[in-house]
Each structure stands twice: as structure tokens, then as C-alpha cells.
């Protein structure tokens, strides 16, 4: 099992910017992808940015160019800068990670409590 805290969120204006962070702890051998997802009010969960345990970087269209994903290895820790925030990014920011274990195969089953992003126009 995996614990995230994710934290970091807030209110900004339009154009502002946030940094989430996400720490994962507990009885994982390693990380291997780590990812940042969103939820808007009455829409579903959708992908934001996603990282390899090497360091590739995966972006939804909607925030590239606007959203850095970047992680910690050594601190297992993930994070999300956010730039030029839109009003359309307001959501609650959940991370996730893929895990390997000491018994049976990989998974990313666990999510953490969110952090709120609420973006004023």
C-alpha cells in the first residue's frame, strides 16, 4: 500500500501560479511512473501530467507548455508547477503513483485525500 499527501493548492487569479507537491511513503520497493491528476466539479478524473522514473514527461494538451512535472527520487516525492493558471483549471489536483512491490506485480491503486486549485477570473 501506498500513502500520498498531496498539498500545495489554493486560491489564485487568472495567470498566477501554484506548486503541488505529493510525498509517497510506505511499504513499496520502488516508484515507477508518478502522475498528477484532476477532478472538476461534476466531470470525471482526468490525466494532467505523468513522469517516469527516468525522468519522461507526459502532458495533457490542455496544460502543456503551461505545467512543469518534475520528481524527487531520493525524498519520493513528486511535484506540479503550475503557470499562467485559467479559471478552467480549478479542480481537486489528486497525485498517483505506480509501485512495485515485494509481492506480486506492480500496481497504482492508491490516491490521496487531493488539494484544492481554485482559479478567480
Known amino acids: 500500500q501506498v500513502q500520498l499527501v498531496e498539498s500545495g493548492g489554493g486560491l489564485v487569479e487568472t495567470g498566477g501560479s501554484l506548486r503541488l507537491s505529493c510525498a509517497a511513503s510506505g511499504s513499496f520497493l520502488s516508484l515507477y511512473i508518478m502522475g498528477w491528476y484532476r477532478q472538476a466539479p461534476g466531470k470525471q478524473r482526468e490525466l494532467v501530467a505523468t513522469?517516469?522514473?527516468?525522468?519522461?514527461?507526459n502532458y495533457a494538451d490542455s496544460v502543456k507548455g503551461r505545467f512543469t512535472i518534475s520528481r524527487d527520487n531520493a525524498k519520493k516525492m513528486v511535484y506540479l508547477q503550475m503557470n499562467s493558471l485559467k479559471p478552467e483549471d480549478t479542480a481537486i489536483y489528486y497525485c498517483n503513483v505506480r509501485a512495485a512491490f515485494a509481492v506480486g506485480p506492480s500496481r497504482a491503486d492508491d490516491w490521496g485525500q487531493g488539494t484544492q486549485v481554485t482559479v478567480s477570473s
Open positions: 513522469i517516469t522514473s527516468d525522468g519522461s514527461t
